[in-house]
């Protein structure tokens, strides 16, 4: 019989992981999809980053309860899933508890899951309170509604679940182990601070029924977790996984500064070279001409821009820091960075049902999903980007936009037209002859 639960669990880990791995590679195939960009300089900065912020979530903690309940909910959901380790094994060979060996080391592991499980659990009933009864203005802004918001809330419960046969099965485990010197295979191993406790339900229970009890637990936990690992990939929580190399991948340059194009840049040198001659061929090493400046849709982004796109946590703390959000514009830097993900999976869908070619369905990401609206609102300040516990840069999707509305199609507002027209001819953004820049000096005379 128990051969038999080793080769069913075999076939549900493989389909577990299987199913996992394909939704993987088109992750990385849609990220695949941006243009190309170099994030290899100062790997040591960038290791330091990740291991702050992805790792040591130094920027979580800027908002204190928040950063603390998310520590607490992270530390103790990775760690707890050590033991899945554990479970694996058990599963795969017929086992019970095959790390015990390890006498007080084990005692000491399994007792800080159970104290860990059970702080998660109060972290996420925190959770649940703070979007669905206290209803914070970030959880219930509109850009947050239908399946995001669900989403959210179903990640919560699943850890309630999780976290909870966690401790029924350990429970049950506990009773056993101590029912004449251990029922059937159940050996004496491992602390038990927390479902000691919840073993006391089982007195005066019978030893198969308590029996069945764990094993279900056991079944249901070691399947939920392979469930939720699947669940990733259509959820926001995919940041469990993405923000380490979004931490490390993140743009190292000052806050506000901003990318050239090469070919405009050459282009601008060729004008300022008195000894240049502007009808010759361009050098075979000259860099060519983009076939678009700025992006109109998610294959002119870079390749990073869409990873930020996947890693996104929908937190919402780069909208509710945005200046232009705060004053009632349409712009939400949140909203920016879920479309952009939406979009890419539309692409990638589209790919899927065309034999891995994106076939034209006559929708961009500018205009059927961003509107020019919110691109013109942003003031780029840079707030979101500060703001954002994962180092994800909305500005830099938005100014990429931005450079396709008015380089491509010259569709900026009439106040910024006014202003690069005054540039071009008097040399200054106001409307004055450059003959007349000082006449405020003589005027306050």
Not at 224 to 243: M, R, T, W
Not at 262 to 291: C, G, I, Q, R, W
Not at 337 to 361: Q, W
Request: proline letters at 4%; glycine letters at 6%; aromatic letters at 12%.
């Amino acid at each position: 019989m128990h051969y038999l639960d080793n080769i069913l669990f075999a076939i549900i880990l493989g389909l577990g992981i299987g199913y996992f791995t394909l939704n993987v590679k088109k992750i990385i195939r849609n990220i695949n999809l941006g243009r190309d960009v170099n994030r290899s300089d100062n790997p040591s900065l960038r290791w330091k980053n990740m291991a702050l912020i992805a790792l040591g979530q130094s920027k979580m903690v800027r908002r204190p309860i928040a950063g603390f309940l998310h520590i607490n909910e992270y530390v103790g959901f990775v760690i707890i899933n050590i033991e899945v380790l554990e479970i694996v094994i058990d599963g795969l060979f017929g086992t019970h508890r095959i790390f015990s060996f390890l006498g007080i080391v084990y005692d000491i592991l399994i007792g800080s899951f159970e104290i860990l499980a059970a702080l998660v659990l109060v972290a996420v009933i925190i959770f649940l309170a703070r979007r669905n009864v206290i209803r914070l203005k970030r959880f219930i802004h509109s850009d947050l509604k239908g399946w995001p918001k669900s989403d959210a809330n179903y990640i919560l419960y699943f850890e309630v679940v999780l976290m909870s046969l966690f401790l029924i099965m350990n429970g049950a485990d506990y009773h056993l182990q101590h029912v004449n010197g251990g029922f059937m295979d159940f050996h004496e191993a491992g602390s038990f601070p927390i479902s000691q406790y919840i073993s006391v339900l089982f007195d005066g229970v019978s030893n198969n029924f308590v029996y069945m009890m764990e094993r279900g637990a056991w079944w249901l936990h070691i399947t939920g977790i392979l469930i939720f690992l699947n669940y990733l990939y259509f959820s926001k929580h995919l940041h469990i996984l993405l923000a380490f190399p979004n931490t490390y991948y993140a743009d190292l340059n000052p806050k506000g500064k901003f990318d050239n194009l090469e070919s405009v840049t050459n282009e601008v040198k060729l004008m300022l070279d008195p000894n240049a001659d502007p009808f010759a061929a361009p050098a075979p090493d000259a860099s060519a001409v983009p076939a678009k400046f700025g992006a109109s849709d998610v294959q002119d982004l870079n390749w990073v821009q869409l990873l930020n796109a996947y890693t996104c946590t929908e937190c919402g703390r780069c909208t509710s820091s945005c200046p232009a959000n705060i004053t009632g514009k349409k712009l939400s830097p949140r909203k920016i960075m879920m479309d952009t993900r939406d979009r890419l999976e539309e692409v990638g869908r589209n790919m899927d049902a065309n034999k891995g070619i994106f076939v034209d369905d006559g929708k961009t990401l500018l205009n059927d999903y961003i509107t020019p609206e919110e691109l013109w609102a942003c003031t780029s300040c840079n707030a979101c980007v500060e703001e954002c516990p994962v180092n994800i840069s909305p500005l830099s999707i938005i100014m990429d936009m931005r450079r396709y509305l008015v380089m491509e199609q010259s569709a900026a507002p009439m106040s910024l037209n006014a202003m690069m027209t005054n540039i071009e001819n008097n040399g200054a953004p106001w409307q004055y002859n450059q003959q007349d820049r000082l006449n405020w000096k003589n005027e306050n005379n």
